[in-house]
């Protein structure tokens, strides 16, 4: 008697097929850990009596392309809505460049008086780099130090010039290359800046 080969399936090769429930459990508690065996375990797929069922259903599960896909696109959410983009990056350091103490204190003859933090602009704030208050006999004493202005008006205008030098060597891919690392570069001395 000749053993019939059982027909293979296409399960899991479209990236655009539905979660069931319990893939979709897999997918949250495996972004969670990263831990296959205990997220099959913890989404109800059988375990077994032997770690080798709960490893399997996992290893089976991270082959599918829908629940790839899915992973991809909750990895992607969680850096756009954590990481900061590049434009929130110039962002900050034009607040840093632009600081004025107007827009966090008001002061006259009689003293310094900080505004309330819901009164000062949002934007005012990115300027900040230390706030301190100091009690002592003599009185209050508050301290404001912003992060320095020159240094972040630097990085904007090596930022600038290395954006407006790329796109006039767009066409010179051994330019463009060049400048294009240059500007990653000042991007990674920004982000050290912060």
Same mark, same amino acid.
């Given at each position: ?17 539905? &979660? ?48 790839? +896909?899915?992973?991809?696109?909750? +990895? ?10 590049? @434009? ?17 204190? @008001? ?7 900080? @505004? ?14 230390? &706030? ?63």
């Amino acid at each position: 008697m000749t053993k019939r080969k059982r027909a293979k399936s296409n399960y899991g090769t479209d990236p655009n097929t539905p &979660l069931t429930q319990k893939q979709f459990l897999f997918v949250q508690e495996y972004f969670k850990t990263g831990n296959g065996v205990k997220s099959a375990i913890a989404a109800g797929y059988e375990a077994g009596h032997e770690y080798r069922t709960a490893y399997t259903n996992s290893s089976r599960l991270l082959s599918y392309a829908h629940i790839l +896909r899915h992973l991809r696109e909750m +990895r992607v959410k969680m850096e756009f809505d954590t990481i900061m983009t590049q @434009k929130e990056l110039l962002e900050r350091l034009s607040a840093i460049g632009r600081g004025d103490m107007s827009k966090l204190a @008001k002061w006259n003859a009689s003293g310094v008086y900080l @505004k309330d933090s819901d009164e000062a602009e949002a934007t005012a704030k990115y300027a900040v780099s230390e &706030l301190s208050e100091s009690k002592s006999e003599a009185g209050t004493s508050v301290r404001i130090k912003l992060h320095d202005k020159v240094k972040a008006l630097g990085l904007l205008q090596k930022h600038y010039e290395l954006l407006n030098a790329a796109k006039q060597h767009e066409n010179d891919p051994g330019i463009a290359e060049a400048t294009a690392s240059k500007v990653c570069n000042v991007i990674d001395e920004i982000n050290d800046a912060e």
